[in-house]
């Protein structure tokens, strides 16, 4: 069964803490992405990768930056944790012309800064 | 801005009835569209898609209508049951091959009442 794993369902982090979120694929994709899930807001675009050591930036990049050393693993990470990034975070991917059949997605990590 | 949006938060229905999730989005350009179907604790799954030249497509028990004067998609579920009960998004894109990124609505929380 094919699937994106991330490494923790719950984070618990202080304020100013350097937080990283992990992200591995199985499927050899070469895109991935982070997402944040918010009540009310829905899917919102952080950064995204079409290839190794690749990244743009989505709509809300501020306060985050992203490493792809491998093309299976996506980190995202919060430089220094501020309440207002407490969210759920989603990690997908999908091959290139492959987003007909869409992204293929993660379970999530729900980080409460504190 | 571009934006995709739902109408309704949320919707309740009776087992055994029909839903119909509704859609709208912004971006004339959009070519292509997807539903998601997020349970709780889970990532959002792909549940069907449709392309701008087509006004219909349908699934196991979900159909995609797309209106492109009106710039609307909704998604019915047919004979509703207690597992459809999640929050449906509604995401599109536009740009073809090599444009990955996918815009996400807000989403619909759909509730099955027994």
């Known amino acids: 069964d094919v699937k994106v794993t991330q490494s923790s369902r719950y984070l618990v982090k202080r304020t100013g803490e350097k937080v990283f979120l992990e992200c591995v694929q199985d499927?050899?994709?070469?895109?991935m992405f982070w997402y944040r899930q918010d009540p009310g807001l829905g899917l919102r675009l952080i950064y995204f990768s079409y290839d190794v050591k690749m990244k743009e930036k989505g709509d809300i990049p501020e306060g985050y930056s992203v490493s792809r050393e491998k093309k299976e693993r996506f980190s995202l990470i919060l430089e220094s944790a501020s309440t207002n990034q407490t969210s759920m975070y989603l990690c997908a991917s999908s091959h290139t012309g492959g987003v007909v059949y869409g992204y293929t997605f993660g379970s999530g990590t729900r980080l409460t800064v504190v | 801005g571009e934006s995709v949006g739902l109408h309704l938060p949320t919707l309740s229905v009776q087992e055994g009835d029909n839903s119909i999730i509704n859609c709208a989005y912004s971006?004339?350009?959009?070519?292509?569209f997807i539903w998601y179907k997020q349970e709780s604790g889970k990532g959002p799954q792909f549940i069907i898609d449709?392309?701008?030249?087509?006004d219909k497509r349908q699934g196991q028990r979900v159909t995609v209508l797309l209106n492109k004067t009106v710039k609307h998609l909704s998604l019915q579920i047919a004979a509703t049951q207690p597992g459809d009960s999640a929050v449906y998004f509604c995401a599109e894109t536009a740009g073809g091959v090599g444009n990955e990124k996918l815009t996400f609505g807000t989403g619909t929380r759909l509730t099955i009442i027994p």
């Open positions: 449709i392309r701008s030249n087509m």
């Open positions: 971006n004339s350009a959009s070519d292509y």
């Open positions: 499927m050899d994709h070469e895109n």
